[in-house]
């Protein structure tokens, strides 16, 4: 057997069945693989746990990939935004938002996006491919590790990087089986042990796939909504053709929820297309019982794009209607928007 496997995108189990493949006990695999994902090792021949002919067995038939940043850039808001250069050159960015003590990784789970949002940056790219889930968690590590050198002390790896969002580059339900094995891997016990209160997964709405994945793991689920009618939401969210409201509400109200835990819907405040006192009343009577919190975005202009961002009174009386139908929400202040790391402004250039 001479193919060499990443072993950066093997859950526990499959760590199991390749050392067996490779004739090393698979009791070795959860030692292999705290050394990877908890300490972060990248050399087979350093790994501390495995006898030295083990050691050069793994080496010949594996290797363990890893991201680094190729630039990095820190906004005023002390938000950061990391750029990663892929093996195929291609590029991807994370962002690191602080919030006090603690820290947010906003993760891509793709290059470019397919989905077209008409709002989006990250949409005027196209879709370039799928990320690997070595290339996922790859992100995870190498912010960590970056948080590490700062000198910065914590007492586990994973307290640099307390809470995860699927909210970067790409659509992370398009790109369904990776993202399910780096869920494995970046929630497993013996790695960064991410539990699901600390992990959220954001679409733009593909309702089968948000059945499946209430089915396939434990995460909080957010919705990039943006309209509370077809029509709009179909003229700024393609997939709208696609999985309707009749179809995507129904996904939403019977994905399963942890206790005291709620749906996060977002909602990008575009003036004169979706900010209007109708548009909040319309927004407060699809939502229902939904459980939910509303997070309303006040839209990041660019000048690619011909939105803008409707003016403070609007977005008041937006929020005071949602609160008076019994709607939580909350207007959500824009971060990194100076790097253009904010929601929606993740693009990179050289891409193609
Ligand atoms: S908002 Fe999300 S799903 Fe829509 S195009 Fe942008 S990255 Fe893709």
């Given at each position: 057997m001479n193919v060499e496997i990443d072993l950066k995108n093997l859950t526990l189990d499959e760590m199991a069945a390749f050392l067996e493949q490779v004739a090393i006990p698979s009791s070795r695999a959860a030692s292999i693989f705290r050394e990877i994902h908890l300490h972060g090792c990248t050399d087979i021949g350093e790994m501390s746990g495995l006898k030295a002919a083990f050691r050069a067995t793994l080496a010949q038939h594996a290797i363990i990939s890893s991201l680094v940043p190729s630039e990095v850039e820190v906004s005023e808001d002390g938000t950061i935004k990391f750029a990663f250069t892929l093996d195929?050159?291609?590029?991807?960015?994370?962002?690191?938002?602080?919030?006090?003590?603690?820290?947010?990784?906003?993760?891509?789970?793709?290059?470019?996006?397919?989905?077209?949002?008409?709002?989006?940056?990250?949409?005027?790219?196209?879709?370039?491919?799928?990320?690997?889930?070595?290339?996922?968690?790859?992100?995870?590590?190498?912010?960590?590790?970056?948080?590490?050198?700062?000198?910065?002390?914590?007492?586990?790896?994973?307290?640099?990087?307390?809470?995860?969002?699927?909210?970067?580059?790409?659509?992370?339900?398009?790109?369904?089986?990776?993202?399910?094995?780096?869920?494995?891997?970046?929630?497993?016990?013996?790695?960064?042990?991410?539990?699901?209160?600390?992990?959220?997964?954001?679409?733009?709405?593909?309702?089968?796939?948000?059945?499946?994945?209430?089915?396939?793991?434990?995460?909080?689920?957010?919705?990039?909504?943006?309209?509370?009618?077809?029509?709009?939401?179909?003229?700024?969210?393609?997939?709208?053709?696609?999985?309707?409201?009749?179809?995507?509400?129904?996904?939403?109200?019977?994905?399963?929820?942890?206790?005291?835990?709620?749906?996060?819907?977002?909602?990008?405040?575009?003036?004169?297309?979706?900010?209007?006192?109708?548009?909040?009343?319309?927004?407060?009577?699809?939502?229902?019982?939904?459980?939910?919190?509303?997070?309303l975005l006040p839209y990041n202009e660019s000048p690619q794009l011909d939105f803008h961002c409707p003016d403070e009174a609007t977005i008041e009386t937006f929020k005071k209607i949602l609160y008076g139908a019994g709607v939580r929400s909350f207007v959500r202040d824009s971060r990194g928007a100076d790097i253009s790391a904010a929601c929606g402004q993740l693009a990179v250039k050289g891409n193609g």
């Open positions: 195929d050159g291609k590029l991807i960015e994370s962002v690191l938002i602080p919030q006090g003590e603690r820290h947010t990784l906003c993760v891509s789970s793709q290059v470019g996006c397919a989905m077209a949002c008409r709002f989006c940056l990250t949409a005027t790219m196209g879709f370039v491919r799928n990320l690997t889930p070595a290339e996922i968690v790859g992100q995870v590590q190498a912010v960590i590790s970056y948080m590490q050198d700062t000198g910065v002390q914590r007492s586990t790896p994973r307290e640099f990087v307390n809470n995860l969002v699927f909210m970067g580059m790409g659509e992370p339900l398009a790109n369904y089986d990776n993202l399910i094995t780096s869920l494995q891997i970046l929630m497993a016990e013996e790695g960064l042990e991410f539990t699901e209160r600390l992990v959220t997964i954001s679409t733009c709405g593909l309702a089968p796939r948000i059945i499946d994945l209430g089915r396939d793991v434990r995460v909080n689920l957010a919705i990039s909504l943006h309209a509370a009618d077809d029509e709009t939401r179909s003229s700024l969210m393609p997939v709208n053709k696609t999985y309707n409201l009749d179809q995507l509400m129904p996904a939403l109200r019977t994905y399963p929820l942890g206790k005291k835990r709620v749906i996060l819907v977002e909602y990008i405040l575009l003036k004169g297309i979706n900010d209007s006192p109708d548009d909040a009343q319309r927004l407060a009577d699809l939502l229902g019982d939904l459980p939910c919190r509303v997070n």
